[in-house]
């Protein structure tokens, strides 16, 4: 079962903030830091999306739709049936972020190399990564004013401006410019991985200094964090078994349920942190918890799921040579008899 060093790493920062939050005028750099670092994420992604590819894959329409039906679906209506948890289970903060957990894109790196090991269809699942992280720049925003409104920490018209001029505009200037860029930002891939981790870390230490600075750590006991993680369990298994057994529904071939499950049950950190540091300010840090503790979730899962999927796989590669020429066999000697 992985633990990705990248949580580790996450965890750090957090308790890098719990010790030295950013406060006063250090609290302003490293906010002013963040929002630079938001927007040149979204710019690398709008750099690296090939939009020639994402046409491409269009012609597999129905597993994308499926794909973007449960993250932008399912996966709200399991958000919203949690409200009755409140208070009993979830505190209304908790239940916040859990509500925008349900409404992040799905990921892509982690999806892709899931789908790898257990033998899917891995082109199927990079456009339907690819997809959803397009689609969740404006979705997601939308979805989340619709359905969190302004107990979300102001979301207002003024963060929906927020959002445009840090996502949107630095996301279409990447796409834009990949003309000239795209080559450069494709031969520099590990460098610029470390540009979009630090930048996710940084934007984790301002979100959790500001809620330690705000004392917002003190509405979270060590209860009330065994039951969200409970809740998560049960959202994810729902989602597992619904991705798997819907597919089948829907008349698909293994390979391609194995993209639908893998890419359609999991949520990404690495698009929903930015996003809920513009969406919810200094209320980010208990919104963002609930998605972290998932992401560690879903890879242990489904790094467990992949490993048996890629054992079926195996085993019926074995088997079915050998059924064959046992068949080919008994026919044979059957002829010969008669």
């Known amino acids: 079962m992985p633990i990705d060093p990248y949580i580790l790493l996450l965890l750090g920062t957090v308790g890098l903030a719990a010790l030295f939050p950013a406060r006063g005028s250090a609290a302003d750099v490293a906010s002013g830091a963040s929002t630079a ?6 710019f690398l992604y709008g750099a690296r999306l090939s939009t020639r590819e994402a046409l491409d894959g269009l012609r597999h ?10 993250t932008f679906l399912v996966f709200p209506l399991l958000g919203l049936a949690a409200r009755g948890l409140v208070p009993v289970i979830l505190t209304h903060p908790l239940y916040q972020g859990l509500l925008f957990l349900t409404l992040v894109p799905s990921t892509v790196q982690s999806s892709i190399a899931f789908t790898s090991m257990a033998r899917g ?9 690819s997809f959803s992280s397009l689609v969740g720049i404006v979705a997601t925003p939308l979805l989340a004013a619709s359905l969190i409104g302004g107990n979300g920490g102001g979301f207002s018209a003024d963060s929906l401006l927020k ?8 996301f279409l200037a990447g796409q834009l410019l990949r003309r000239w860029i795209g080559g450069f930002v494709t031969r520099r891939k590990k460098v610029l991985a470390l540009v979009d ?3 996710i870390l940084l934007v984790v230490y301002t979100a959790f200094s500001a809620g330690v600075v705000q004392g917002i750590w003190h509405q979270v006991s060590p209860a009330r964090l ?5 809740v998560e369990a049960v959202i994810l298994a729902v989602m597992l078994l619904l991705t798997w057994y819907g597919g089948k529904a829907l008349r698909f071939g293994r390979a391609d349920r194995i993209a639908i499950q893998f890419a359609g049950s999991k949520k990404s950190l690495a698009a929903g942190l930015p996003m809920a540091s513009v969406l919810f300010g200094a209320q980010a840090a208990l919104a963002v918890l609930p998605l972290m503790l998932f992401h560690q979730m879903q890879l242990i899962v489904c790094a467990v799921i992949a490993k048996r999927r890629a054992r079926e ?3 019926a590669e074995v088997t079915g040579p050998q059924s064959v020429a046992t068949t080919r066999t008994v026919v044979g000697t059957g002829t010969r008899s008669g």
């Open 313 to 315: 796989a195996a085993a």
């Open 61 to 70: 329409w129905r597993l994308h739709v499926t794909v973007l039906a449960c």
């Open 197 to 199: 981790r630090g930048s």
């Open 121 to 129: 269809n891995v082109p199927a699942a990079i456009c339907a990564g």
């Open 226 to 230: 065994g039951g969200l993680v409970v």
């Open 37 to 42: 670092a938001v927007a040149l994420l979204f």
């Open 163 to 170: 959002i445009v001029l840090q996502l949107l505009v630095p």
